[in-house]
């Protein structure tokens, strides 16, 4: 009785409305993803079952691990085309015309539409934050390891990581300034190694110190890192230089490269959590433009799953209108072209935002809110 109590205080009208949507809503949910998941992932994974005798186990355990990211896309997509299939078929039965003969205005009628609208946007938002970025890296690491390529979840290419702080000057001068101090560069990471090393250490003025090793490991226990079979470099402002060779050379730089290193490439594999670390690092290392980048990103995380809230919006208003008349296939068609605009702008404003035209926030939020406003005038011209 307890859990039928809030069910059971909806009024009869919501109750058979929530009941109208949810078998199309499943339907097409499903429906999405499948035709996501057969052009995403299921052709290639054929292909490598066919190229490289990928076991079927394995593309069975990708496949179901792929799953979480397409389905994230589809319930957005999902949601319009039940809202809009719901409403459509009840206002071509009339249905909605008697609603309306008893004084139902339109906007109660697609209340429980929104309602649905916004529980979807809640899931759509743990699938992306919580499930996506988990099971996304567990499929990428276990393709990567059939396929006899490199374990390593930890890999990436062209570290680059600029250290600022105070540069000393002369042993008489006490003083000193503050500017670049050291500049990391690694060609790649790999199994928690930097290789093809070079640092320059600017942290004395007067002195250039460079330092070039085949390989750089990070030392936990003493906070440095341990740099393996190089060479240092020193030149001074007189123009005298020495070398020297090292087996091993442990130099105090910190564990910057190595968290930047970590740092996930697309942002689809990060939580909010994990993005805004990577923000934090890519300011601290001077990095502006993947910094602006993942700002955008962090927003996205946010108004992706909003995408249900205007979708539902759209399909239950066009399907709601009096005068609205269409058949199922033209209605699939226009399900697609609401989702091809809206992502087209959605992607446009992206842009703008990494290339610093548009702020972040705005960059990420105004696709949203004119969806929302163009929705709400559709509404307003339907309720009349």
């Known amino acids: 009785m307890f859990l039928r109590g809030p069910w059971q205080r909806l009024s009869l009208l919501d109750r058979w409305l929530l009941i109208?949507?949810?078998?199309?809503?499943?339907?097409?949910?499903?429906?999405?993803?499948?035709?996501?998941?057969?052009?995403?992932?299921?052709?290639?994974?054929?292909?490598?079952?066919?190229?490289k005798n990928l076991p079927i186990t394995?593309?069975?355990?990708?496949?179901?691990?792929?799953?979480?990211?397409?389905?994230?896309?589809?319930?957005?997509?999902?949601?319009?085309?039940?809202?809009?299939?719901?409403?459509?078929?009840?206002?071509?039965?009339?249905?909605?015309?008697?609603?309306?003969?008893?004084?139902?205005?339109t906007a109660r009628m697609i209340a429980p539409a929104m309602v649905v609208a916004v529980l979807m946007t809640g899931l759509t938002f743990v699938l992306n934050d919580v499930v996506v970025p988990g099971s996304n890296r567990y499929a990428e690491v276990t393709l990567q390891r059939a396929l006899g390529r490199s374990?390593?979840?930890?890999?990436?290419?062209?570290?680059?990581?600029?250290?600022?702080?105070p540069r000393t000057r002369a042993v008489d001068d006490a003083s000193s300034e503050r500017g670049l101090t050291q500049l990391f560069f690694a060609r790649r990471f790999r199994d928690g190694e930097m290789q093809d090393v070079t640092v320059?250490?600017?942290?004395?003025v007067g002195f250039t110190q460079m330092l070039v090793a085949k390989k750089a490991v990070w030392n936990q226990q003493k906070a440095s890192w341990d740099f393996l079979d190089g060479q240092i470099l020193t030149l001074n402002s007189s123009g005298s230089s020495s070398q020297a060779d090292f087996d091993r050379y442990v130099y105090p730089l910190g564990s910057g490269p190595?968290?930047?290193?970590?740092?996930?490439?697309?942002?689809?594999n990060m939580t909010v959590a994990e993005a805004m670390q990577a923000e934090r690092l890519y300011v601290e290392s001077g990095n502006n433009k993947d910094a602006r980048k993942i700002r955008v990103r962090i927003q996205e995380k946010f108004t992706f799953p909003m995408?249900?809230?205007?979708?539902?919006?759209?399909?239950?208003?066009?399907?709601?209108?009096?005068?609205?008349?269409?058949?199922?296939?033209?209605?699939?068609?226009?399900?697609?072209?609401i989702i091809v605009v809206y992502y087209v702008i959605s992607f446009s404003f992206s842009s703008l935002g990494v290339k610093g035209t548009l702020s972040p926030l705005a960059a990420a939020w105004l696709p949203v809110l004119i969806s929302l406003g163009a929705g709400g005038l559709l509404l307003r011209q339907a309720s009349r």
């Open 20 to 51: 109208e949507l949810l078998g199309p809503l499943l339907f097409f949910v499903a429906l999405f993803t499948l035709l996501l998941l057969t052009g995403g992932v299921m052709f290639e994974l054929v292909r490598q079952m066919v190229d």
């Open 58 to 105: 394995i593309a069975t355990q990708v496949l179901l691990f792929s799953t979480p990211r397409w389905l994230a896309f589809s319930v957005p997509m999902g949601t319009l085309m039940a809202s809009l299939f719901v409403y459509t078929r009840l206002s071509t039965n009339s249905e909605l015309t008697a609603l309306r003969s008893l004084g139902v205005t």
């Open 151 to 165: 374990l390593a979840t930890e890999k990436g290419q062209d570290i680059i990581y600029p250290r600022f702080g």
């Open 200 to 204: 320059l250490d600017f942290s004395r």
């Open 258 to 268: 190595l968290r930047l290193a970590k740092i996930q490439k697309d942002a689809v």
């Open 307 to 337: 995408a249900c809230i205007v979708f539902g919006l759209f399909g239950a208003t066009l399907g709601a209108q009096p005068s609205y008349r269409t058949s199922r296939s033209f209605a699939f068609v226009l399900t697609l072209g």
